[in-house]
């Protein structure tokens, strides 16, 4: 049984993101994403117009007539929300903390992939998978999926010593890969913090639809003139004292930062990979919409 105001939370979110939905992403998220290819349906006679590649000769041949194969479009696919729970994603400038905005997404996703009767699954990850929901339909399960994320965003996936834990984005893919063997479409949501992770990309990519979605607080880029202050590391829990007056200290934090990035960005588009940036001080619909429309019209013109 769920806590009262868990339930209450998960009850919300669903409202929030099915409207959304249903106003906004279920016709785009229809003509992106297709389902696993072409299923064999029947075979009919031959019309003026049908492609010759698809006549079938033996059927032809028993009949005298001529036949061709009618396929059909398999819709299902399997979407996999692979969700950051590391400790820099509880990091909040603004109202909301990155972790909020992923969850979120990943109800946005969930829902949009049940409209289309899809299946969905979940892998949270911090320096380590701390929960896997294997994919499946349907709207009890989406609630599932999205509970566990809930339940991530209070906690309780740090160190038996109470430290928070770093993120492995490369063991989250490298898990991913053995848990699906057919291709999926990921939704990979993350801070991007980490290091050592351009392997795992590369090997996911090739395997399924990955997309990366980057979620930035403008803090980070830009660190605000604040004296003397304790700054946590999100990536390792130690505790510094930084001079925020120092503009020597601010730039080189945002340069670390900046520096992050630009690898980041450059193996997203060394690979071919199509990804999305989310600030958490602008609305995310408008940035997952604009995205979906350059999917869209890609799809459209068959690349």
Known sequence: MLPRELLKKVRKIEIRTS???DEQLAGQYHSIFKGRGMAFDEVRPYQVGDDVRF??????????????????EEREAVVMLVVDFS???RFASHAQPKIEIAAELSALLAFSAIRNDDQVGLIAFTDRVVRFVPPKKGRKHVLRVVTEILRGMEGGDGHEDGTERPTDIGGALDFLNRVSKHRSIVFLI???????????????????????????DGLEEVPPLAGLVPVEDPETGELVFVDLSSRRTRE????RYLKLGALRDRLFRRNKIDFIRIRTDQ??????RQFFRVRERRARAGR
């Not at 351009?198 to 090997?203: F, G, L, N, Y």
């Not at 080189?252 to 340069?255: Q, R």
């Not at 609305?283 to 997952?288: A, R």
């Open 19 to 21: 409207r959304l939905v």
């Open 55 to 72: 006549i079938d000769w033996n059927v032809s041949a028993r009949f005298g007539d001529t036949f061709v194969k009618v396929f059909t």
């Open 87 to 89: 400790a820099s994603m």
């Open 190 to 216: 993350s801070d991007f913090l980490g290091r050592g992770y351009e392997r795992a990309v590369q090997s996911s990519n090739a395997r399924h639809d990955l997309i990366p979605i980057v979620i930035r």
């Open 252 to 255: 080189a934090l945002a340069d």
């Open 283 to 288: 609305p995310y619909l408008t940035t997952l």
